[in-house]
């Protein structure tokens, strides 16, 4: 079993759809958790950091469910613009960027 | 955040040659981190690069084929050695991830590919 494991997808909504990702880690001594998006042959860059009681950024909605170890993402009113690949990240341990693992992503298209 | 500058940005290398990839960082940084990104796959950290010490490898990565410098705490490089087509990936580096600074900043990345 993958330490992170995510739908592949691709996922192909309409514009202004609502559309939501999970991500399972399989390590319950997780710390931290991130999701990351990935635009084609760009480098990952920060979406949200993923808080225990849950956490909000405009469209963007982010939950962590720790007793089934699980996160999610959901994307209200899609945009054209939010076409990418959506990584999900586990962090374990404070001291080591060995210890963060990411997910193979999910992939989200977006139609007029 | 940190401002990583990454060069090359992409490259079509022969078989059996190395390239090296550079990472600058606008600001001092104790750890800077070499990530691998195959087609269609995630990221895979290739090693950690630590200044003023050696680096420190994961498992299924080797000094002798990826050669990491680190001669200060802005910069690092990491050269491709007796490269392959199997070699063909994005190449990232990043800061970040740990202490009070979990959050990774990466590089725009190095695109790779080895005929």
């Known amino acids: 079993r993958k330490e992170v494991e995510q739908d592949p997808g691709p996922f192909n909504v309409p514009e202004g759809a609502t559309v939501a990702f999970n991500c399972t880690y399989s390590?319950?001594?997780?710390?931290?958790f991130f999701w990351y998006r990935q635009d084609c042959r760009k480098e990952p860059k920060l979406l949200m950091s993923?808080?225990?009681s849950g956490n909000e950024d405009g469209r963007f909605t982010a939950q962590l469910n720790r007793a089934s170890q699980y996160i999610s993402l959901l994307i209200r009113d899609s945009k054209l613009s939010d076409s990418a690949t959506y990584l999900c990240v586990v962090r374990g341990a404070y001291s080591s960027a060995s210890k963060i693992i990411f997910g193979s992503g999910t992939r989200l298209s977006i139609r007029p | 955040s940190a401002v990583i500058s990454q060069k090359p940005s992409r490259d079509i290398c022969q078989r059996g040659t190395s390239l090296t990839i550079q990472c600058q960082v606008d600001?001092?940084?104790?750890?800077m981190f070499w990530y691998r990104q195959q087609p269609g796959q995630s990221l895979t950290l290739i090693a950690t690069?630590?200044?003023?010490?050696?680096?420190?490898?994961e498992s299924g990565f080797v000094i002798d084929k990826f050669p990491i410098s680190r001669p200060n705490l802005t910069f690092s490089t990491l050269t491709v050695s007796n490269m392959s087509p199997e070699d063909s990936s994005i190449y990232l580096c990043s800061v970040g991830g740990t202490g009070t600074t979990e959050k990774l900043f990466f590089g725009s990345g190095t695109q790779l590919s080895v005929l």
């Open positions: 390590n319950s001594a997780s710390q931290s």
């Open positions: 993923v808080y225990s």
């Open positions: 600001s001092q940084v104790t750890m």
């Open positions: 690069a630590n200044q003023g010490s050696e680096a420190t490898y």
